[in-house]
């Protein structure tokens, strides 16, 4: 059982195209995370979310934390070739110690053909 | 770079070997993570070491996997007689601190496969 489930899991859409995409759960958690990863390379921090509600802009991305603190979304406008990649949403687990080891989704897939 | 470090990029080995993969920190960081990455697991999380603690190494899927980090600083994850099961690109990630706000800066991961 995913404690995130991101969906869709792929998309692939003509550039220009606007898209969401989504990181679910029925726990509530303090913060959630959204990575992107192109092939070949580690994940790169995109955004943390704390607050329920919280939005926020990176450019053409918005990043929205649920009222409940159980779902997130990311909202790309105008979707680029260079938007191509996989984009994972995390969570801190409290390990032992109150480690920051990060559970994550299993992705969505985005490609944008030019 | 001053970024994370792993070598090497690219492994391929005989199922039963042993294999052992390095990850260079961030210089400064104190945090180090291992996770891997596979098609039909996504990316889960290994182990994780922070200064002088024990390490957290509730996700090493079986005894055959271990890691150690000298010096606070170089960390080299083993893998005995290697399955099929093990292939998969293998990140490490490393951190200011352990704290939960830190954010984790990820290497780009050795890829591993096992014939």
């Known amino acids: 059982t995913q404690l995130l489930e991101q969906s869709p899991q792929f998309l692939s859409i003509q550039e220009g195209e606007n898209l969401t995409v989504y990181c679910n759960s029925s726990s509530v958690f303090s913060s959630l995370q959204w990575y992107r990863q192109e092939p070949g390379e580690g994940p790169v921090l995109l955004v943390t979310v704390v607050t329920g509600g919280e939005v926020k802009k990176l450019k053409r991305l918005t990043f929205q934390f649920g009222d409940a603190r159980k779902d997130s979304s990311l909202h790309i406008t105008a979707a680029q070739p260079g938007d191509t990649g996989l984009y994972l949403c995390a969570f801190n687990s409290h390990g032992s110690g109150n480690t920051g080891k990060l559970i994550f989704g299993q992705g969505t897939t985005l490609q944008v053909k030019p | 770079g001053a970024g994370v470090s792993q070598s090497p990029s690219n492994k391929v080995t005989e199922k039963g070997k042993d294999v052992e993969l390095r990850c260079d920190p961030i210089s400064g960081h104190t945090a180090l993570y291992w996770y891997r990455q596979s098609l039909g697991q996504g990316l889960e999380f290994l182990i994780y070491f922070q200064g002088n603690s024990a390490p957290d190494k509730s996700g090493l899927p079986s005894d055959r996997f271990s890691a150690e980090r000298t010096g606070g600083s170089v960390s080299t994850l083993t893998i005995q007689r290697t399955q099929q099961e093990d292939s998969a690109v293998y990140l490490c990630?490393?951190?200011?601190?352990?704290?939960?706000?830190?954010?984790?800066?990820f290497g780009d991961g050795t890829r591993l496969s096992i014939l």
């Open positions: 990630a490393s951190s200011l601190g352990g704290a939960l706000d830190q954010p984790q800066h």
